[in-house]
């Protein structure tokens, strides 16, 4: 019997695998996905919900309040779309030049600057495949796959036998953790665990390149340079090597220069891929469709057939300089997310909140639209952590409406 | 000693490294108003010097207090083997994110992993509700 597989959009991994059983078009058994999967296939609700106001209302309503909430603003902003699909993520960007808005998702406050560096080919990168089939070398570095991304040590990056990896972690790979606190990952990685203090992670950077050419590796925190010049000997006979780089690390760096030198000094002795640990299902897809669009990954505001873009564009500093006026939130929750001394400002103006979820932003909205879950209630398609396309198929019925639907009918309303 | 050893109430000045955990992401997602999520979010882990500097224990709810927020959560032991005496850890969540600057230089980017605050015991306070 041929299985029915499902794609997991619980993470960035975009798990292919995934079995579940439904019943009256809920899910109430999931196989082979983790925690987190297993809690996201089950999330779907049975009501849709339309607010205004707080109180109930039909969609008609809702929609038509959204559209006149942004035809008002004169510096609208659209921010989240990290769990959207594409689809709905370029219906976003045709809104946000449609209206003028400016455009930013989590990554503008994440990783958004390596990705910006990946797809404008400054760095090397690979696919989960490639690490999965080939990789010898793996450095954890600021990031806990475990707790963030929970099957990726067992589906891509340590665990499996590889094609070119038969032999698997227990022979043929090397598991390395680079962090200030000894995470569930770093506990795997056992020996290979090397613990700097917090803002460390520079000087860790430099005192690595200079044991890669064989000098003595200093650091002001007195970090045992024979440890660095083990760790160097084991990067430089990597055949396949790849860096997984979490936002411990990007979080402790000025800049991303230290990480462009250390790849340059390890790809003059070794062969080193890097990838960086993106959250959200889609939030890859998000910075290619609108580096596509505009050339930049976040951070723009259309104006009139022109793209402006820089931090000041962010949702950080749109929120604290106070320069966005009405804001559509879409699949996110900067109320919880972000500095409640940031995000207090978005409490001034009117909020329009699109999410499956109950959030804090969707309570302190002027209007909530409860929309499907895409991979769970609704069709569509995402990009992997890695840049592969993956599609996906509703695993079940549901009468909320996908958010791109949503995102469509407030475009035509306008 | 630091002097806030000899107040009435001891006070502490720790640095808060926030990270993720996969049991809180998962209880996020099936109620982020609720109990669970509650328990596994408002919650500081020391150094076990730390609590008894603080004349605490594991349970209690201790302040943590800067110039940017003030809220009551649970204490922890961190259970690290190595000791970070003056290091904090707490998984991020709308009560970490109650205590990070608004300082970004511009960059857009706030300090969500370096956050300083004082704690003293909330000798029974209840934790801080995140609604507004």
Known sequence: ?414 | MDFGSFLATPEIKVKVITYRDIFQDKAMIENRFGEEYRNLSAVIKLDPVDLKQLNVKKGDTVILKNSFGRIVVKVDESGYETPHRGVAYMPKSPWSNMLVSDETGGTGIPKFKDISVTITSAKGEKITEIEF
């Not at chain 1, 002001?220 to 997984?244: D, H, Q, R």
Request: charged share 25%; glycine share 6%.
């Open chain 1, 1 to 414: 019997m041929e299985k029915n597989y499902h794609v997991c959009t619980g993470c960035s991994l975009l798990c292919d695998d995934i079995e579940v059983e439904a019943e009256k078009n809920k899910i109430n058994k999931v196989h082979t996905a983790c925690r987190i999967g297993v809690a996201h296939m089950k999330a779907g609700k049975e009501e849709a919900i339309f607010r205004v106001d707080n109180k109930p209302v039909d969609e008609a309503t809702a929609i038509s309040e959204a559209a006149a909430i942004l035809k008002n603003a004169k510096n609208p902003m659209i921010f989240g779309l990290g769990a959207s699909t594409n689809e709905a993520q370029k219906t976003a960007i045709e809104l946000a030049k449609k209206i003028n808005a400016t455009l930013d998702d989590t990554s503008s406050f994440c990783l958004g600057s390596l990705v910006e560096a990946l797809i404008s080919e400054k760095i090397k990168t690979c696919t989960l495949d490639d690490v999965r089939n080939k990789a010898d070398v793996i450095i954890f570095w600021g990031t806990d796959p475990s707790d963030s991304h929970p099957r990726h040590l067992s589906k891509y990056s340590y665990f499996p036998r590889g094609s070119e990896k038969q032999r698997g972690w227990e022979e043929e790979r090397t598991a390395i953790a680079i962090d200030v606190r000894k995470s569930h990952t770093a506990k795997i990685c056992g020996n290979y665990f090397f613990q700097i203090p917090p803002k460390g992670d520079a000087e860790f950077t430099d005192a690595l390149i200079a044991g890669l050419s064989g000098k003595l590796p200093k650091t002001s925190y007195n970090y045992p340079p024979k440890k660095i010049l083990e760790l160097a000997n084991i990067l430089k006979g990597a055949k396949f090597g790849v860096i997984f780089v979490g936002r411990g690390l990007i979080y402790s760096l000025e800049n991303l220069e230290p990480l462009f030198r250390l790849m340059k000094a390890l790809n003059e002795k070794a062969n080193f891929h890097l990838m960086p640990m993106v959250g959200n299902y889609n939030t890859m897809g998000f910075n290619e469709n609108l580096f596509a669009e505009t050339g930049y990954v976040n951070s723009v505001k259309f104006e009139n057939g022109t793209v402006l873009h820089g931090p000041d564009y962010s949702i950080v500093e749109a929120l604290k300089e106070r320069t966005v006026d009405a804001a559509l939130i879409v699949g996110s929750d900067p109320f919880s997310i972000l500095p409640r001394s940031i995000v207090k400002n978005l409490l001034e103006i009117p909020v329009i909140s699109i999410d499956p979820y109950e959030t804090l932003t969707s309570r302190n909205s002027k209007v909530y639209i409860n929309t499907a879950i895409s991979g769970v209630e609704a069709g569509g398609s995402a990009t992997r952590m890695d840049g592969k396309k993956v599609s996906f198929e509703p695993a079940i019925e549901t009468n909320h409406p996908s958010d791109e639907t949503i995102l469509k009918k407030i475009m035509e309303a306008l």
